[in-house]
């Protein structure tokens, strides 16, 4: 079936240094990627998204790449701060014949250190 | 407006019991979604209406959930017999679109099955 791979499931770094979270996709029809940051115990909330028919996005210190040709997107976030510390879960939606599907991938969890 | 509202929040309960799990969507949302998660499984969807039909509840576990959505503010996910497997956390979403919109996940309900 189809899936979203996320990668790494894990990601530690200092306070000030950047991070980025990789997804790969396997639904060529998937047009919408949205990302979501869910703090411990709280619900996800959407912090970016990308549509199909464009490269990058970016909002303050968040950006979001496309590589439609090899399926995959990631997230960048620069000068890390501890509040930034949640699991981050990048997701891919596709609108086909029997209606809308978004998958999910696993999660990574970053660590920002003080 | 207040956002995605679950109740109840926490939800204790022996094995064999029913469980109800409420949830209403943001007002003009017409998609509502029920996931369920878990540490193994990650966030899994359950079911998802449109205009308060069901279009898609492959995600339905087995025949001991059904969830209803009798009108547009108001969903529920029933368990009858809850088990100890279904212990997990779980949230409703709605979306204005999905595709290109992303959803907006209410705080949960967490369930724990003894």
């Known amino acids: 079936g189809e899936n979203v791979e996320q990668h790494p499931s894990t990601l530690s770094v200092q306070e000030g240094d950047s991070a980025v979270i990789k997804c790969t996709y396997s639904?060529?029809?998937?047009?919408?990627f949205p990302w979501y940051k869910q703090e411990l115990g709280k619900r996800p909330q959407l912090i970016i998204d990308?549509?199909?028919?464009?490269g990058e996005k970016k909002d303050q210190r968040i950006a979001v790449t496309l590589n439609k040709t090899a399926k995959h997107f990631s997230l960048h976030i620069t000068e890390t701060q501890p509040e930034d510390s949640a699991v981050y879960f990048c997701?891919?939606?596709?609108?086909?014949?029997?209606?809308?599907?978004?998958?999910f991938g696993a999660g990574t969890r970053l660590f920002v250190k003080a | 407006d207040a956002g995605v509202i679950q109740s109840p929040r926490h939800e204790v309960t022996e094995m064999g019991q029913e469980v109800t799990l409420r949830c209403k969507p943001i007002?003009?949302?017409?998609?509502l979604f029920w996931y369920r998660q878990t540490m193994m499984r990650g966030l899994e969807l359950l079911i998802y209406?449109?205009?308060?039909?069901?279009?898609?509840d492959s995600g339905m576990p087995e025949d001991r959930f059904s969830a209803k959505m009798p009108n547009a503010s108001f969903s529920t996910l029933k368990i009858q017999p809850s088990e100890p497997r279904d212990s997990a956390v779980y949230f409703c979403?709605?979306?204005?679109?999905?595709?290109?919109?992303?959803?907006?996940f209410g705080s949960g309900t967490r369930l724990t099955v003894v």
């Open positions: 209406f449109n205009n308060n039909v069901p279009i898609d």
């Open positions: 639904d060529s029809a998937s047009n919408y």
């Open positions: 997701a891919a939606s596709a609108i086909n014949t029997g209606g809308f599907k978004t998958i």
């Open positions: 990308i549509r199909s028919n464009v």
């Open positions: 007002s003009g949302h017409d998609y």
């Open positions: 979403a709605s979306s204005l679109q999905p595709a290109d919109y992303g959803y907006t």
